[in-house]
């Protein structure tokens, strides 16, 4: 749940990026964080695990009005796609908001992205918490790769693997080009800050 900071008036909402391991979360954030530099207010942070990376950063989202008299901060996060790193990945998934999923478009992927989804089912609810209640949008990422002759997995087959039961809002995108990556991000602040606005007032 939102933290929320009387002495500042400040709600601090927290949006994770979750999906298999090199499926395109860093490549988001690293992409956001370089896009709208003016609106971030801290650091990015790595925290480097063998092989796989946790980043975070506080950002000031766009004119998006307040909650209750208090000024919105959101803070972005990824986890550590790798198995091994599944107690991190929960760690991160403490207090979370809002969640973007990043799906990794390769043909050679479409397990990975089926696991990834069934984990982030899992540790969610070890905090009680549900995949069908939570604010949601899904990201099929690395659709550029159709262009160097790379097998992609279709819109639709993504969708039937992934999305057919939790009717997520999805996007289409290439992190690496930053096709569609502000609009995902957009996309999970609104929902996010519209659910905790329902809940606080």
Request: hydrophobic share 35%; charged share 30%; no cysteine.
């Given at each position: 749940?939102?933290?929320?900071?009387?002495?500042?008036?400040?709600?601090?909402?927290?949006?994770?990026?979750?999906?298999?391991?090199?499926?395109?979360?860093?490549?988001?954030?690293?992409?956001?964080?370089?896009?709208?530099?003016?609106?971030?207010?801290?650091?990015?942070?790595?925290?480097?695990?063998?092989?796989?990376?946790?980043?975070?950063?506080d950002f000031?989202?766009?004119?998006?009005?307040?909650?209750?008299?208090?000024?919105?901060?959101?803070?972005?996060?990824?986890?550590?796609?790798?198995?091994?790193?599944?107690?991190?990945?929960?760690?991160?998934?403490?207090?979370?908001?809002?969640?973007?999923?990043?799906?990794?478009?390769?043909?050679?992927?479409?397990?990975?992205?089926?696991?990834?989804?069934?984990?982030?089912?899992?540790?969610?609810?070890?905090?009680?918490?549900?995949?069908?209640?939570?604010?949601?949008?899904?990201?099929?990422?690395?659709?550029?790769?159709?262009?160097?002759?790379?097998?992609?997995?279709?819109?639709?087959?993504?969708?039937?693997?992934?999305?057919?039961?939790?009717?997520?809002?999805?996007?289409?995108?290439?992190?690496?080009?930053?096709?569609?990556?502000?609009?995902?991000?957009?996309?999970?602040?609104?929902?996010?800050?519209?659910?905790?606005?329902?809940?606080l007032e």
């Amino acid at each position: 749940m939102a933290l929320i900071n009387p002495k500042k008036k400040e709600v601090q909402v927290k949006v994770v990026y979750y999906g298999p391991g090199r499926g395109g979360k860093t490549t988001n954030l690293e992409y956001i964080n370089k896009k709208f530099k003016k609106r971030i207010q801290s650091e990015m942070v790595t925290v480097k695990t063998y092989g796989d990376r946790t980043l975070f950063f506080d950002f000031l989202p766009f004119d998006i009005g307040e909650i209750k008299g208090h000024s919105i901060k959101v803070q972005l996060y990824t986890v550590p796609g790798q198995v091994k790193y599944n107690a991190t990945r929960r760690l991160v998934l403490r207090g979370v908001d809002g969640l973007v999923f990043v799906a990794d478009s390769m043909d050679l992927r479409r397990e990975m992205n089926i696991r990834s989804l069934q984990n982030l089912k899992e540790n969610l609810e070890t905090f009680n918490k549900n995949i069908f209640n939570i604010p949601l949008v899904m990201q099929y990422n690395k659709r550029d790769l159709e262009e160097e002759g790379i097998p992609i997995l279709s819109i639709d087959t993504l969708q039937r693997d992934l999305n057919s039961r939790l009717q997520a809002p999805f996007f289409p995108a290439s992190a690496v080009k930053g096709e569609n990556v502000p609009e995902t991000m957009k996309k999970i602040i609104a929902l996010t800050v519209s659910s905790l606005r329902k809940k606080l007032e």
